[in-house]
């Protein structure tokens, strides 16, 4: 079965810039959440969804970030204009309903965003 | 508050030697779920394993082991003969049940394991 994907794996771009991180949930999953990971704050949520609709975003950091979820199978997390301090791996991640059944989350490959 | 903690920021074994990660965990919630999960050197972050708060057995699987003690809210992570292919960063985590924010995973710091040959 396919993980989540997260495209790009790796990206390079100038101060100001925007910035579209692109995620495909496994299929099925109902909730799916955005992660930041850097060195000085660890792994941080940023904003999650369930059923398509953004519940809690109080982790995103900015005006400048935004996330959408326009159907279950796809997720966008846009910087928009892009700082050096947003320089991080931005994990998408997915999961079952959140309950007894199935809270395990299953994280992509992360894509590490490099603001120059 | 929900809090995690990995006293161990890094470890340093020499492979074959046995070796146990440390996750202390604080909650209120009656229910809740502790999680393990491994970041090799390439990044993506993989899960190992889910604890039930109201199954306390421990587990195993092939090398690994863990030890869930409520008592001492304490979620161990014992890798038995280590080998250089566990060498990672591993992260402990911690979620509740109930609505709101308790649908949020609690990280531990993680602890930086390196099995040298």
């Known amino acids: 079965d396919a993980g989540v994907i997260q495209s790009p794996r790796h990206e390079v771009t100038e101060m100001g810039q925007e910035v579209t991180l692109r995620c495909k949930p496994i299929?099925?999953?109902?909730?799916l959440f955005w992660y930041r990971q850097t060195m000085m704050r660890g792994l941080e949520l940023l904003i999650y969804?369930?059923?398509?609709?953004?519940?809690?975003d109080s982790g995103m950091p900015e005006d400048r970030f935004s996330a959408k979820m326009p159907n279950a199978s796809f997720s966008t997390l846009k910087i928009q204009p892009s700082e050096p301090r947003d320089s991080a791996v931005y994990f998408c991640?997915?999961?079952?309903?959140?309950?007894?059944?199935?809270?395990?989350?299953?994280f992509g490959e992360g894509s590490w965003l490099t603001v120059v | 508050a929900q809090k995690v903690t990995q006293a161990q920021t890094e470890i340093s074994v020499v492979e074959k030697e046995d070796v146990t990660l440390d996750c202390v965990y604080e909650?209120?919630?009656?229910?809740?779920?502790l999680f393990w999960y491994k970041q090799p050197p390439s990044g993506e972050l993989v899960f190992l394993i889910r604890?039930?708060?109201?199954d306390e057995q421990n587990e195993i699987s092939g090398r690994y082991s863990w030890n869930f003690q409520k008592s001492t809210s304490s979620f161990n992570f014992t890798i038995t003969a280590s080998q250089v292919v566990d060498s990672a960063v591993y992260f402990c985590?911690?979620?509740?049940?109930?609505?709101?924010?308790?649908?949020?995973?609690?990280w531990g710091l993680g602890t930086s394991l390196a099995v040298n040959p």
């Open positions: 991640a997915s999961s079952l309903e959140w309950g007894a059944r199935g809270n395990t989350i299953y």
């Open positions: 299929s099925g999953h109902d909730y």
């Open positions: 969804f369930n059923n398509n609709v953004p519940i809690d």
């Open positions: 909650t209120r919630d009656t229910t809740y779920y």
């Open positions: 604890r039930n708060s109201f």
């Open positions: 985590a911690l979620s509740g049940k109930g609505a709101g924010n308790n649908r949020k995973l609690i």
